[in-house]
């Protein structure tokens, strides 16, 4: 019978193996880039980012979206929602 150590040191990498992974590029935008979000991903896409299967996109500082949120002043309401009522219909 193997043991669970056994059976599972052949799962786990070796720590330096994890110092050959390259990092995510950085891809920094212009504020006219950022208007159309899907033609952002499609350019990205042209230009090779898509083999990294992440990107990391930074905005610049003085690029606002029209939908973000300023939680300074303002109060997110909730509503108490019972499971048992939920699963019957009810909202």
Do not use: H
Request: charged share 30%; aromatic share 10%.
């Amino acid at each position: 019978m193997i043991s669970l150590e056994e059976e599972t040191s052949n799962l786990l990498r070796d720590p330096q193996e994890y110092l050959k992974i390259d990092e995510i590029p950085i891809y920094k935008p212009t504020e006219d880039e950022l208007v159309d979000p899907f033609f952002l991903i499609k350019n990205l896409k042209t230009k090779g980012y898509e083999k990294y299967g992440a990107v990391k996109i930074v905005a610049p500082q003085e690029w606002a979206s029209e939908f973000s949120f300023n939680p300074t002043g303002k109060l997110l309401t909730t509503r108490k929602q019972i499971l048992k009522d939920l699963i019957k219909g009810k909202v």
